[in-house]
Structures are given as structure tokens and as C-alpha cells.
């Protein structure tokens, strides 16, 4: 848990908190970047980026992790079964369709737990042609198949939260009577708001009584994919589904650093996350993905505890002033950088830092001169910069 010490959020959360009894204590994060994440257009992970992303995910304090889908290609395959020979602490997951060949390739590499998915929306099944008995059968057939094998079951209804709650509620008996020993709630389309996806875990609370584990699955798709884990969880989910930097198809995934630092900061949920090893597994994602992060990125952006404003770096010395948790939570350096909305003590913390010799007096001319080369440039004013500029006089 982060030390509340480091946490400057103020009193209004706390003052505004409604009924949080049906939340649990803690939640568990399940991470998908190895299979939902590379999802993302463009990314193709081999199998030994796999195993690095998978040992980094696993010092991270990811209590599951989604190693793949077999069936997808040979490279999966060789992947999963790295992984799950590499003695990680996390439980190693495996995904499949409601196909028996999707289990059968589950079970020829010993998979011991899995995710089996089947459409449960009246459009989705419209798309693939298959009417809701069929589906039913589909399901119970490879729930009970896998399940009878030996492997852990959760249950995951794809395009939930657009199906009909009626016929959802029974698909999610059927699996679990033929034995998932857990569901997903799942929001393929990123298309609910908050509320709908605390509704959502509800009705499967509900549904199938508080024994079930129930996971949160969604995207971002309106920017929502935070918020709307948040709510599933305070609702009564047991474990957030996401990937690393919120990566996945169309508008990615959760992002699971973003939902566990909230659910630590803002709503006193326990999570395993090392938060002060996320933004070196992001960067490690990032990379080996080839994508780039916006800077200002929550939890990981470049520029995150950056202040080029000259009436911030005046509270630069107080950080509760002008930012809402520490620069320690994450591991990340807290720094002054200058530009044209740099102040006076923006210059003088910097003629500190670098150890210059600038007398108070000569200040003023500086910075406008740091002004007007950060204006033209379009950009910051780097030290060396700086160091020529002082010098210059």
C-alpha cells in the first residue's frame, strides 16, 4: 500500500465517498499486454520480448499474467510455454475461444488456467451467424471440457456490456454450471460509462452470488477505461483486467498502473503493484513495442514531475503544492527545465543546480534572454544553453 504520507489529494474524496461495502479489500491485477495489449496495430512480440515483458510484469507485483493465446500461431505457443517454464510468482494464464481446438491447444502445452471467451451480444452473434442456442451449447461444451481437464476456468462474454442482461445472465449460469470457477464482466467497445459497468457487476453478483470471482475487462474507447474499472471494483469486482500503458486494439485497454494507482491513492484499495517499478516496465513495454508515450501520460509520462512555468517553480521547494502524490510513488526525478514561461525562480534554481556564478542582480537579463531563445526555438532551453548564455553575459 502506498504510505499516505506521499499521497496529497486532500479532504473532498474522503468528504464525498459514498457506501463502499460492497467493495472489496483488496483487488487483484490481471495483466493482458501479452495478448490483449499486442492486439495493438502494428506490434508483434516474439517469444523471448515475451518472456522479458513477462519477468518484468512479474517484479512488478502482477498477480496474473495472461502469457497468451496458442491457437494464434507457433510463435504464441513457444511463448507460453517459456513463460510459464520461467518459475514466476504470478499464476500464468492462458486465453481461448468456446472452440474445442482452442482448448485442445490449451491443453497440449498444460495449461492450467484460462480465460475461454464467447460472443454474447445479440450483434456479435448476428456478425458470426451463430443464434443464442448454439452459443449456449458452444460454451458449455468447452467450459465443461476445459474444466474437467484440470484448467481454472473464468468465463469471459465478449461484447457484454451491449448483450441483453437477461440472456447474459443466463449464458454466465450455463458456464459456471458447467464449471467456471470465475466470470469476466467485459466491455469489449470501451461504450459504458461508470455506472453501467458498477451495474454490470451487480447483476453478476447477483446473478451467480458472492462465491464467483467476478473480473473487470474494458477499453478506453471514450476515454473511460479507468473510470469505469474503478467502478466495477467499488461495486464488488475481485480482479481488473488491463495491460501496460493502457496498449491494446482501437483505443487500448485499462491501463492497470492508472486503476491501481487510484484504487490505492483515491479509495484505499490494496493492490501488489511496485508502483517504483512501473515506469521503468512501461518504458521496457514501450520500447520494445516501438510506440511512443505522450509525456504527459499519468503515473509514466516523460514530463510528468517536469515544471518549466515560472510560478510553479516557485513552489518548486513544497511539492505538495503543486503536485497531488510524490515523485517517490513512481520512482521518478523531479526537475526544473527552462523555456519561454520560465520565471526568476526558475533561473535561480537552475544556477544552483548547475553550481554557475550569476550574481541575483543579473538574473532579469538572463531569463529574458532564456525567453526569447525558448520562443524562437519552439522548445526548451537546454543547460548547455543556459551555460552559454550566462557566460555570454
Known sequence: MIPRKHIWTGELNRAAAGDDGEAPEAVGL????LRDGEQTVGVALDPE???AIARALDRLGIDRIEAGFPRVSADDTEAFRTIAAAGLSAEIWGFARALPADVDALLEIGVRAAVIESPISDGKLSAYGISREKLITRVTEAVTYASQSG???CFFGVDGSRSDLAFAERVYKEAVGAGASE???VDTLGAVT?????????????WLGAEIPIHWHGHNDFGLATAAALAAMRAGAAWVQGTINGMGERAGNANLGEVALALEALYGITTRLRFDRLREV???VRRTSGYELEPWKPLTGEALFTRESGAVASQFHDPPAIEPFSSEVVGATRRIVLGKKSGLDSIRIKV?????DLPEQDWPDVLAKVKALGASKHGLVSDQEFRELVRAG
Open 194 to 206: 461508470p455506472e453501467a459497468a458498477a451495474l454490470m457487476v451487480r447483476e453478476a453478483r447477483g
Open 151 to 153: 484448467v481454472k476456468v
Open 352 to 356: 544552483s543546480e548547475l553550481n554557475l
Open 282 to 284: 512501461s518504458e521496457l
Open 30 to 33: 490481471y495483466d493482458t499486454t
Open 183 to 185: 466470470v469476466a464482466m
Open 49 to 51: 520480448q515475451k518472456l
